[in-house]
């Protein structure tokens, strides 16, 4: 039975659709989903995936964490699910493919796949599909079920499910890396798919994953796919998990967030990719917390706020007249060179959209003529296994001054890391040198080097990692004070006083001290990190890559923070990302960084507009900032 599109109340309110058909009854549905009186529009064709009332909850937790999600995903087209951390968008898309969990309670009005031709290509094999007294059939150890059933996604058994995940739905997730063994080859990885769901014989298959491989962008496809996913750049890897998504033909691809913390220009020929299996009928459902991906592809998007939808529309409607203001307060928080000049999240939460766009009260810092940081002439290279020196730092040189921001921007392997690495002292250099306050710094002796070294501190994009997991926040902080001066009688009651003090500066409460990195989210843990990188009263922050895989309000909140401590302190920061939105916003000038060269220094606004070296302008060009849709307030409600 279909049932038409309900709305439903959620902590913004109404779910705010700006008007839509249900393909099923042919009524058309006003701006807050309810029909329109006499509204006749011609029904469409069926939805290939009809999802109505999804509810997700857990045994032994209050209430469900997901509600009232309902959307069609037709043939060739893209549904985008948006929200930040916590939103409910990874659990829905994980009950889409049958992997919600131990414990899992879900229920719905219609979640069905139907019937008809997969998408893909391959030949399904002869399939022994026994009935069961209840209607549903079983399935072989070759196939799936009958491409032509309608699948009720909440009947399915386990066995079943593990039939159509991979055959009728495939899934990508957000770390190849993670995704695919890293003791089989990439090429194992996909024959196993074909193995599973296809009839093949193994010249076949082995074939047929070359030309996966080659069909999703991969050069040399025979030679790749004898390597295993560490020997692969991460665009690459993420090709090869999107080809054995696709291996078996699924009629629908979910991808949660596909593209999250790669490189632009990476991140472009993933979207191509993914773009290119659309034109050709291969349904999508995106996850993701980048607005300017769901721009690229989607055909309507869905935003989830606290486990509910609340708005919904196409890409067009969301990002130049949203109407919630939580999506409102999303967009506004992506940063660019439009943003430059204020704050990109409201005081407080992440979730309080009034003051998204906030003008910066305080003044600009006055930058001292004073280099804190000199780079002079720095080389570095490495030995790669086949005994070749592969040259990372090739002759760079900068300056950076008292309260500056310097942006460091370029893919992966274009050396913006190891430079950061070598200003922190953890990468001897070739040839070249580094000042730091005046002083010799990359040629000091060891001892005067322990003097100098809290004069520079770091953030990582991981703090997780870095964050010893048996440590409390508090011995986190507390150690960190230590490392950046003497002990003495007083020192336990001075670090517990510097923990609160430091926790309050960036914006924590003192009841995190005695909590776990692991019980924190993503901004509480870098603000931590931050902290903990403040702890010896540094003058040169180095972050890297620090705010790359969070969600967009959370990273508004980080660079909000680091925009304050500069003011307040003077602080100097080497800013080093390959997200050019990122750097516009926060950087005072630029450095483009191009296999280990600097091929580009400018003001972030000259670097966007008049890009001068054809590198550059191919990172312009690959940048999904939302720069035309965000120049202009949004349309109020």
Do not use: N
């Not at 001066?485 to 995190?512: F, I, N, Y």
């Not at 400018?602 to 890009?611: L, V």
């Amino acid at each position: 039975m279909t049932t038409a599109l309900t709305t439903h109340p959620s902590a913004g309110g109404e779910i705010v659709r700006t008007g839509a058909a249900d393909s099923a009854t042919g009524t058309y549905a006003g701006p807050a989903g309810h029909p329109v009186p006499g509204a006749e529009v011609p029904a469409a064709p069926a939805a290939l995936l009809s999802v109505r009332d999804l509810m997700i909850g857990f045994e032994h937790v209050d209430g469900p964490l997901v509600r009232g999600v309902s959307f069609d995903l037709h043939r060739g087209r893209c549904v985008a699910l948006v929200g930040e951390s916590g939103s409910g968008k990874s659990l829905t898309a994980r009950t889409l493919v049958g992997l919600t969990g131990a414990g899992a309670q879900v229920s719905a009005q219609r979640l069905v796949l139907s019937g008809g031709q997969a998408a893909g290509d391959g030949d399904p094999g002869q399939r022994e599909d026994r009935e069961h007294p209840d209607g549903r059939k079983d399935l072989d150890h070759r196939g799936g079920l009958d491409d032509k059933d309608d699948l009720d996604l909440l009947r399915l058994t386990p066995r079943e499910w593990r039939r159509v995940r991979g055959g009728r739905i495939g899934f990508v997730l957000q770390d190849a890396l993670v995704s695919l063994d890293p003791l089989r080859r990439v090429g194992a990885e996909i024959d196993e798919v074909l193995r599973i769901h296809t009839g093949l014989s193994r010249r076949a298959r082995k074939d047929h994953v070359h030309r996966l491989l080659a069909d999703a962008g991969v050069p040399e496809p025979q030679l790749r796919a004898r390597e295993r996913p560490a020997q692969l750049s991460g665009g690459l890897r993420q090709r090869a998990l999107i080809a054995s998504a696709l291996a078996a033909g699924p009629e629908v691809l979910v991808a949660d967030e596909p593209t999250t913390a790669l490189d632009a220009t990476v991140q472009a020929q993933v979207l191509e990719l993914l773009a290119q299996r659309r034109a050709a009928g291969q349904s999508l459902i995106l996850i993701s917390h980048d607005l300017a991906v769901v721009a690229e592809l989607a055909d309507e998007v869905l935003v989830m706020r606290a486990g509910e939808v609340v708005e919904q529309g196409t890409p067009e409607q969301i990002l130049s007249s949203p109407r919630h203001p939580y999506t409102r307060a999303l967009i506004q928080a992506i940063p660019g060179p439009h943003t430059r000049g204020r704050r990109l999240a409201g005081e407080g939460q992440a979730h309080e959209p009034a003051g998204a766009s906030a003008p910066v009260t305080e003044p600009a810092p006055v930058l001292e003529p004073v280099p804190v940081l000199e780079v002079r002439g720095a080389r570095k290279s490495f030995r790669t296994p086949g005994g070749e020196r592969r040259v990372a730092v090739d002759d760079v040189t900068f300056t950076l001054g008292r309260g500056e921001v310097l942006g460091i921007v370029g893919e992966s392997g274009s050396g913006k890391s190891t430079t950061g690495r070598i200003v922190l002292g953890l990468e001897d250099l070739d040839d070249g040198h580094v000042r730091l306050l005046g002083e010799d710094w990359s040629d000091a002796a060891e001892a005067r080097r322990r003097v100098l070294r809290h004069r520079l501190s770091v953030v990582w994009q991981d703090p997780l990692s870095s964050f010893d997991p048996r440590w409390s926040v508090r011995r986190i902080l507390d150690d960190a004070i230590r490392a950046a001066k003497r002990a003495d009688a007083q020192a336990d009651s001075r670090a517990e006083a510097t923990v609160e003090q430091l926790l309050e500066a960036v914006g924590l409460t003192a009841a995190v001290a005695d909590r776990d990195p692991g019980t924190l989210s993503g901004g509480q843990r870098q603000r931590v990190a931050i902290a903990r990188a403040l702890a010896g009263s540094p003058d040169v922050l180095v972050l890297d890559e620090a705010v790359s895989a969070l969600d967009v309000s959370i990273q508004a909140q980080i660079l909000d923070l680091v925009h304050d401590l500069r003011a307040q302190t003077g602080l100097s920061c080497l800013f080093i990302s390959h997200d050019l939105g990122v750097i516009a916003h926060l950087s005072d000038r630029v450095l483009v960084m191009k296999d280990g060269a600097i091929v580009e220094e400018g003001h972030p606004r000259s670097i966007f507009e008049d890009p001068q070296h054809p590198y550059t302008q191919t990172l312009v060009d690959s940048a999904l900032g939302l720069a035309t849709t965000s120049t202009t307030t949004p349309t109020e409600a």
